[in-house]
């Protein structure tokens, strides 16, 4: 039969041109590859092969070979002729180095070309979906996990999704309350209410209202919930926002339940246990009492029948009718007003018994809602009828002892003992001491004997009394007092006149060494003493002073061992000292330089000297440094050293610092005046003036030029908690414009969070820290980093002690901003400044710090 013209054959189409399964393999975005009968795998397009990371089909083994073990199975069903054009396939595919992959496989039997040219068996399209199918895997391994952890806790998970109108409730959350997982669940709040104790239904409302209107975005509460079996179950329920609507409001809740019941009874079981054992605790033979404030039905223990002599149970009326007639209104009205206010009370009557015996009761009860909701009272009663009689008998005894003179002259003798000796060792007092020392002297003045007084101060007492306790250190007081009995002879005399100072008064002690007493004292205070298991070790130190025949002075001889107890305790402590003519005449001499130094005062013959301080990059003066000086008329100019020690004990630093303050204010005034080019001063301020109240006062009277001075502050005496008082003065200071620094940085106790917290303008590097960095590679290593540090706060840096032209250029080369020390200028009165500025001598002196500076370098790098 002769063919219709154009109706040329498919298979002779395919003949002349490519195969329409090739066409199609290059142009779809999908994998492909064409299978043979024996599931060759004859071609495959890009698509099919990347994901193998082959770029060719006979790079690939079998399609069979291709797919995971673990899905092979699949497979033969999958490319059955029956199913093989079914719905597409998730199968895992197999690259070459055995790694997996999913794919979506799609198996098509496509019709044969010809018989010379059949075309392929089966064509298989791939997509890869990989990354999602793993990702749903993770996410279905989660859930699981998830919910294994949630059913093992015991929680019960619930799901409320209003845009959806889905409500979930999981197994567990069932068997919480006794339904079986098929078992309907009420969805309707007023329904499902009515399960909810009728104490709880408000607060449960509440809670429930503040998670639907988005007020709580998580909530935590607890509640009463019946079980189906008719008995209340506590339940804590933990909620969350998971959604929120196009209005904002929450559109979907989910969270857990969880039955706490066993816990709230185990916390109201210890509830009860603890208000038995407290009131057992404060109190002996005591009745307890419990009743039901509901029902009016009550319960006593034995004793508490016992306490009230009854033969029968008691009922709701048995405590008021055995209530003594005075006592009933006061005793009932306080029961009243305890249940009303809700708290526990103490009450106090008297009972008439059976037999008519009255006794005296007490009591102490506290109301309380039990698990059930039903309020309770609870409490404790017990006889004191003896305590009272016995109250009375020592009544009547004091009275009877008190209208006795013969008690009431042995009451003064005790007083009077008690006014002349400490009460903790049983030592005379210092008033008794001074009565007794008089009477010593007159004594060896008649006699012509010697007297001498050891003024013994414990070493060390305090940390034992800091740190174990004052209980500790009276008994290290008591051990004192005896190791001292124990020394003393029978003419000594011993008493406590402080709190851990002792005299001993030896007459008669000619013959006696009291070097070699004072040392039995010393090493005896140096045993270890036991107390509490602790090892306590303490020490003595001694200061002897004696005196003979008429010249003997008790009070001065108290003074002078005194003074040489404060010269033991400064040379080292744990040992003794005379009071000798050379300490009399240094305390002389002292005396003499304090009066000197009132004159002075008076005379304002404390003057400022100043030592220059220079840029470090161009060495033209920066400022000055107050230092005080003593113009002393017989001794000329003289440093602090000789004079501050003293002037500390006299209390007058802070009038010497604002004397020589207020005349420096005076200099630098002038020096701008003459255009001298002085840009500040500085000066020192101690800690005791720091702490002074009226330091802020006393500045404000004086003309002080905002940044035109600053105030050193020595580090020692800079520690991180200062008081309100420091912190308001250099408040002041700052409002005055009085710059901040600190003075010999590196030797105290500043840290860098005490830096931060004062922010001083500069800090003063000290010359201990400075004078090595010539030598030791580890010193200017040191001082780099100080330098560091004030770089980071923006602190700027001052190096004191720059003593040579080698110390000028390795401070400058480690970015000091300024120096001070003898290689630049030396102190010098206010009135050699102008002259001094106008020479320039310090840059000669300097000598040529560039070249030096390379000199170190090449030195240090050797």
């Known amino acids: ?48 092969l990347r994901p193998f990371a082959v770029t060719a089909a006979s790079d690939l083994p079998d399609f069979t070979a ?10 033969a069903l999958a490319m ?55 990702n749903a895997l993770e996410l279905a391994e989660r859930e699981s996990r998830w919910n294994h952890a949630l059913e093992s806790a015991g929680q019960g998970v619930w799901d409320h999704d209003f845009a959806r109108g889905d409500l979930f409730y999981s197994r567990q959350w069932r068997a919480i309350r006794g339904l079986q997982p098929d078992d309907p669940v009420e969805a309707s709040l007023d329904a499902w209410i009515q399960s909810v104790h009728p104490d709880d239904r408000a607060h449960v409302l509440a809670q429930i209202a503040r998670q639907e209107t988005g007020e709580a975005a998580f909530s935590i509460f607890s509640y009463r919930e019946r079980h189906r079996d008719g008995h209340w179950i506590w339940i804590e329920s933990r909620g969350a926002v998971v959604e929120y609507g196009e209005d904002g409001k929450p559109s979907r809740i989910a969270g857990t339940d969880t039955d706490i019941t066993e816990r709230k009874e185990a916390e109201e079981r210890l509830a009860q246990m603890s208000r038995r054992l407290e009131l057992a605790l404060d109190i002996s033979r005591i009745g307890v009492f419990e009743v039901n404030l509901r029902t009016d039905e009550v319960r006593w223990d034995d004793r508490m029948i016992e306490i009230y002599g009854l033969t029968q149970a008691p009922d709701n009326a048995t405590w008021e009718r055995t209530l003594h007639p005075e006592d009933a209104p006061r005793a009932l009205a306080r029961v009243s007003e305890g249940i009303l206010q809700g708290r526990d009370f103490a009450n106090e009557f008297r009972i008439v018994r059976g037999d008519g015996e009255i006794r005296h009761i007490r009591g102490r009860a506290a109301p309380y809602v039990d698990m059930a909701g039903v309020p309770r009272l609870i409490g404790a009663n017990w006889d004191a009828t003896d305590d009272v009689r016995l109250q009375e008998e020592l009544k009547r005894a ?36 001074d009565a007794a020392i008089e009477g010593a002297a007159q004594d060896a003045r008649q006699a012509g004997s010697r007297l001498a007084v050891l003024h013994i101060d414990l070493d060390r007492f305090k ?36 709190g851990d100072e002792f005299v001993f008064v030896s007459a008669g002690s000619a013959g006696r060494n009291l070097a070699m007493l004072a040392e039995a004292i010393v090493e005896a205070m140096r045993k270890p003493v036991t ?54 005449a240094q305390i002389i001499v002292n005396k003499q330089t304090a009066d000197d130094i009132l004159c002075g005062i008076e005379q304002r013959r404390f003057l400022p000297w100043y030592q220059p301080q220079f840029c470090a990059r161009t060495l033209d003066i920066f400022g000055v440094e107050t230092l005080a000086r003593w113009d002393h008329p017989t001794r000329g100019i003289l440093t602090p050293d000789t004079f501050l020690k003293i002037a500390e004990d006299l209390d007058c630093v802070a009038m010497i610092d604002r004397t020589v303050l207020e005349a420096s204010l005076a200099d ?34 004086l003309d002080i030029r905002p940044k035109s001075l600053s105030f050193e502050l020595l580090e020692s005496i800079f520690l991180d908690d200062c008081d309100r008082t ?64 004030g770089r980071s706060l923006n602190i700027e840096v001052i190096a004191e002690g720059v003593e040579t032209p080698a110390h000028i250029a390795i401070m400058r080369d480690l970015g000091c901003d300024i120096l001070q020390g003898y290689a630049l200028a030396r102190p010098m009165p206010a009135d050699a400044i102008p002259g001094f500025v106008e020479r320039q001598e310090w840059r000669v002196h300097a000598g040529n710090a560039h070249d030096l500076q390379n000199e170190i370098r090449r030195a240090i790098s050797r």
């Open 80 to 134: 059955r002729p029956s199913v093989a054009e079914q719905a597409p396939w998730e199968i895992r595919l197999q690259r070459p180095d055995g790694e997996e992959f999913w794919v979506l496989a799609s198996f098509i039997e496509p019709p044969a070309l010809s018989k010379e040219s059949p075309g392929p068996a089966l064509i298989v399209q791939t997509l890869d979906i990989d990354e999602r199918k793993r």
């Open 66 to 75: 291709c797919v995971s073990p673990r899905d092979r199975a699949v497979l």
């Open 531 to 584: 107390f509490n298991g602790h090892i306590c070790r303490f020490g003595a130190s001694v200061g002897i002073a004696s005196q003979s025949g008429a010249a003997i002075d008790a009070r001065q001889l108290l003074v002078n061992a005194d003074l040489a107890l404060y010269r033991a305790k400064n040379r080292g402590r744990s040992r003794h000292e005379f009071f000798t003519s050379d300490f009399q």
């Open 398 to 433: 004091r009275d009877l002892a008190e209208a006795r003179n013969e008690q009431l002259e042995a009451a003064r003798a005790r007083i009077e003992y008690t006014a002349l000796h400490d009460h903790l060792t049983g030592l005379p007092n210092r008033r008794y001491l």
């Open 726 to 789: 420091v912190l308001e003065n250099l408040a002041e200071m700052r409002k005055l414009g009085i710059d901040i620094e600190i003075d010999d940085f590196g030797t105290g106790h500043a840290s860098i969070v005490s830096l931060m917290k004062l922010r001083p303008r500069r800090l003063k590097i000290d010359r201990q820290l400075v004078k090595p960095v010539v030598r030791s590679p580890g010193q200017r290593k040191l001082v780099g980093t100080i330098v560091e540090i």
């Open 463 to 498: 940390e034992i009394n800091d740190t174990l306790g004052h209980i500790a250190g009276d008994r290290m007081l008591v051990h004192a007092a005896r190791v001292l009995g124990e020394l003393k002879g029978p003419d000594d005399f011993v008493a406590r006149i402080g």
């Open 1 to 48: 039969m002769a063919k219709p013209p154009g109706s040329t054959s498919i298979a002779m189409r395919e003949t002349e041109h490519e195969p329409f399964w090739r066409r199609l393999f290059a142009r779809s975005g999908f994998g492909y590859a064409a299978l043979d009968g024996k599931g060759h795998i004859v071609d495959a397009n890009t698509a099919f």
């Open 668 to 701: 630098f005034a002038e020096w701008e005046r003459l255009g001298v080019g002085i840009g500040k001063i500085s000066a020192n301020v101690s800690s005791k003036r720091l702490h002074d109240p009226e330091l802020a006062h006393s500045l404000r009277t």
